[in-house]
């Protein structure tokens, strides 16, 4: 994360240049297969560029177990 996203998401999820990711609404309702989708094609149009080039499964997995810790802090 901290390598990967924390530059437009906030070193915390908090936002920046991209939304926040604590508390998610998008995150929450989204598959593990459906947000491994979204990272590997990014959002067209906006600053989100996939990681299909920048980062492995196991490295995208991981940053999906990562993001889904975060649907839970108040």
Known sequence: YSASCAACHGV?????????????????????????????????????AGFADRLDEKQLADLIAFLRLWQSIP
């Open 12 to 48: 915390q999820g908090e936002g920046g240049i991209g939304t926040a990711l604590l508390n998610n609404t998008f995150i929450q309702e989204q598959t593990n297969a459906g947000l491994m989708q979204f990272l590997l094609d990014g959002r067209p149009g906006t600053a989100m």
